[in-house]
T-cell receptor, first 112, second 110 residues
């Protein structure tokens, strides 16, 4: 079964609003990463949070990790039309060096 | 300038044919990967090489054979293509935990 599952599958908001995406996983992890994929392009790394961290910020991105609930969230504040993309969480599973397991992604549409 | 490049970008072929996809990275990374992304955007790892040595080999049909002539290149050869092989194939590389992806090769098997 899939390691990462994301919620919601699709999200549509207005420019300036905040967008929150959630990711749940099943096994112990070394770290959890978020990637963005623009339509027809490859994935781009956004942020990494380690298993001993609870929150991390990068610009307008805020990531939380709750290892007791095996879940993470990605918050994009003050969204822009350029944030329109699919967002994937990926878990670096403990004991599997270098192997990332991806969720199915959240498709975010930001309307201008 | 391109960090991870793949060729071709698009590949349309008939069932039963054999095809190859090439990947090159100029980041100096030791580890390279092949992923398959299906029509529902589910991304699954297929193979990983570290310094030309195979380290991850997921449950992939043996019609798929990766080859790493040097640590900057990881090619994917697919024999006897099937309809279900239609997908986007991504190459990636890494030096630590973060992975850098190529632009993808869109394979359509008719």
């Amino acid at each position: 079964s899939q390691q990462g599952e994301e919620d919601p599958q699709a999200l549509s908001i207005q420019e300036g609003e905040n967008a929150t995406m959630n990711c749940s996983y099943k096994t112990s992890i070394n770290n959890l990463q978020w990637y963005r994929q623009n339509s027809g392009r490859g994935l781009v790394h956004l942020i990494l949070i380690r298993s001993n961290e609870r929150e991390k910020h990068s610009g307008r991105l805020r990531v939380t990790l709750d290892t007791s609930k095996k879940s993470s969230s990605l918050l994009i504040t003050a969204s822009r039309a350029a944030d329109t993309a699919s967002y994937f969480c990926a878990t670096d599973v403990a004991g599997n060096t270098g192997k990332l397991i991806f969720g199915q992604g959240t498709t975010l549409q930001v309307k201008p | 300038d391109t960090a991870v490049s793949q060729t071709p970008k698009y590949l349309v072929t008939q069932m039963g044919n054999d095809k190859s996809i090439k990947c090159e990275q100029n980041l100096g990374h030791d580890t390279m990967y092949w992923y398959k992304q299906d029509s529902k955007k589910f991304l699954k790892i297929m193979f990983s090489y570290n310094n030309k040595e195979l380290i991850i080999n997921e449950t992939v049909p043996n019609r798929f054979s990766p080859k790493s002539p040097d640590k900057a290149h990881l090619n994917l050869h697919i024999n006897s293509l099937e309809l279900g092989d239609s997908a986007v194939y991504f190459c990636a590389s890494s030096t630590a935990e973060t992975q850098y992806f190529g632009p993808g090769t869109r394979l359509l098997v008719l």
